[in-house]
């Protein structure tokens, strides 16, 4: 079913969001969190459909100028380690940290895993003045 949702058979996504959602978490997952969600199923069968297949951003992440935290969950089947380690790669290396977090898939690297990481690369006077 994720090779179908994810080739662009929208007919699969209640299917993929009830068994393949849940493996985002090692952990226990929030239940009502695809209920925030607000999605436009026009756009996401448009992207899944066209510019995912073809969508590659990789030359451009090399003209970064600014620092860049790439963060990649070790048991993330969304985004596996090997594709943010690939995406750290791209990127100029005095820019770049990229961060292993051991024990996280792909809610966990956006949730709180991250939260020290992120506050990590606000310069200290940003953070002070916004407190």
Same mark, same amino acid.
């Given at each position: 079913?994720?090779?179908r949702?994810?080739?662009?058979d929208?007919?699969?996504?209640? *299917?993929? #969001? ?15 969190? #695809? ?6 199923? *026009? ?22 100028r ?6 990649g ?12 380690q690939?995406?750290a790669?791209s ?36 953070? *002070?003045?916004?407190?």
């Amino acid at each position: 079913m994720a090779h179908r949702f994810w080739n662009g058979d929208m007919n699969a996504l209640i *299917d993929y #969001v009830v068994h393949c959602m849940p493996l985002y978490s090692v952990g226990a997952s929030d239940s009502y969190a #695809v209920g925030r969600v607000v999605m436009n199923l *026009d756009v996401m069968a448009h992207f899944i459909q066209t510019e995912q297949q073809t969508m590659d951003l990789r030359d451009g992440l090399s003209r970064a100028r600014c620092p860049v935290l790439v963060i990649g969950g070790e048991l993330d089947p969304v985004c596996p380690i090997e594709t943010g380690q690939e995406i750290a790669d791209s990127l100029p290396p005095e820019f770049v940290r990229f961060v292993r977090v051991q024990g996280a898939s792909h809610t966990e690297v956006e949730g709180d895993a991250s939260v020290d990481l992120v506050r990590s690369m606000i310069p200290t006077d940003v953070h *002070d003045a916004n407190r």
